[in-house]
């Protein structure tokens, strides 16, 4: 705390010598949390600066803890609450502690809860009541949020940039229609499970929002292709990753729009869309051939050699590829792979073929000589690829590379 000027032999104190916000500017220099928490160590001043600077807090507390984090926190931009999946923390978050965030901490654009199964709409509305500056709001499995909670969200922040909904199975169209006349600048929605969403709410959405890149509708069963191709269209230019695992009711004409429209498409999930076409999957692969990274369409049951091979050779870019149960998928789709393409020319790093039983070693030893950046094989259920297979025929596996040939190793979460 002092310092000795051996010129003078005079001792000085640092806090008589620096202003507060000269020591915030030591504070900002600090580049890891470990240190910034030790800055806060050295006295009840540096302590008091370091709170008020704090910008990020996970945490599990009641009304009366969080208003004294409120006092301590003024400048907290970030606060995550959520509850764990496995535990349930009594009395858990509640729209008490809600309404004490909503009015002590007045900065926060980023707020988590998820899994906090206790709040209900009176929390929801208190938010939209006192947190005009966020921009983001993950609610995902708080089951008892309806319309009405999540209409106020909507009113009262503007602003939002970012909404997830997973789980909550009470939203219906009438939350996207508040979404759509007060979040212009909403950029990422997920509903997935939200299966009282239909066309309507979509087309709605889509006449409001209009910069989304990132939605989410996994299992919304309610969703069909009149609503995905309004989608498609309203979000042409800026949507990158679109979900719609076991949406059902998606055909090609979805596929067609997508492929018309969404030329930035990245990550695309239609796993469990089983009247997509070939002839559907060639559009999309030629159209966003140069933008798409992730493509799952496991249990597309329709599709066969001329669509996978389209793709593996249109896709240069594409690095995470699932095509697990699509049953008639054979070796002739790996064979057909340009004989164009140089040595490692495929960006693949995952690849999953589970339950494609007309695949054999054959289709792998092609892989390994066209994608050396290959991280994860899943080849479960795979009759003719088994591990005394590929070590009979010699293959050699990158040294990243890991092989799933009994579901003993973990997936990569990239598909999902």
């Known amino acids: 705390m002092a310092s000795i000027d051996p010129l003078s032999d005079s001792t000085v104190c640092i806090n008589d010598t620096l202003r507060d916000d000269e020591l915030r500017l030591i504070l900002a220099r600090l580049e890891s949390d470990n240190d910034k928490e030790i800055f806060g160590l050295v006295c009840k001043r540096w302590l008091h600066l370091q709170s008020t600077e704090r910008k990020k807090l996970a945490a599990r507390a009641g009304p009366h803890m969080l208003r004294k984090m409120a006092a301590r926190f003024t400048r907290l931009v970030e606060l995550d609450l959520s509850q764990s999946i496995s535990r349930s923390f009594y009395p ?28 209900t709409d009176t929390g929801m509305v208190a938010i939209g009541d006192g947190l005009s500056l966020l921009q983001s709001l993950d609610v995902s499995y708080c089951r008892k949020i309806t ?28 939350t996207l229609e508040a979404l759509s006349k007060n979040c212009h600048n909403l950029e990422e929605l997920g509903l997935q499970g939200c299966t009282n969403i239909t066309d309507n709410g979509l087309t709605s959405l889509g006449s409001g929002c209009q910069q989304i890149n990132y939605l989410d509708i996994n299992k919304c069963s309610n969703v069909s292709d009149v609503g995905v191709s309004a989608v498609s269209r309203a979000f042409s230019s800026s949507l990158k990753t679109l979900k719609l695992l076991d949406c059902y009711k998606i055909g090609d004409e979805a596929i067609l729009s997508f492929a018309n429209f969404c030329k930035n498409l990245e990550t695309l999930i239609i796993g469990g869309c089983r009247y997509i076409s070939d002839d559907a999957i060639k559009s999309l692969a030629i159209a966003c051939k140069s933008s798409l990274k992730n493509l799952r369409m496991d249990w597309c049951l329709n599709l066969s050699d001329t669509s996978l091979s389209c793709i593996l050779n249109q896709c240069r870019n594409l690095e995470a590829l699932d095509i697990g149960c699509c049953e008639e998928v054979t070796d002739a789709a790996f064979q057909n792979i340009s ?17 494609c039983p007309k695949i054999t070693v054959v289709s792998v030893g092609i892989l390994l000589v066209k994608c050396s950046h290959l991280e994860y094989l899943d080849v479960r259920s795979c009759p003719h690829i088994t591990k005394a297979g590929c070590d009979e025929a010699g293959l050699h596996f990158p040294e990243c590379c890991k092989v799933n040939y009994d579901g003993s190793i973990s997936e990569p979460f990239v598909l999902l």
Do not use: M, P, W, Y
């Open 92 to 119: 858990g978050v509640t729209d008490s502690d809600l309404s004490v965030i909503a009015s002590g901490f007045k900065c926060l654009s980023v707020l988590h809860l998820q899994n906090c199964k206790g709040i």
């Open 339 to 355: 004989s164009s393409l140089e040595e490692s020319a495929l960006s693949l790093k995952i690849l999953k073929v589970s339950n």
């Open 147 to 174: 319309d009405k909670g999540l209409s106020a969200v909507a009113k009262g922040c503007c602003d939002l940039r970012t909404l997830h909904l997973a789980g909550c199975r009470f939203v219906t169209d009438s």
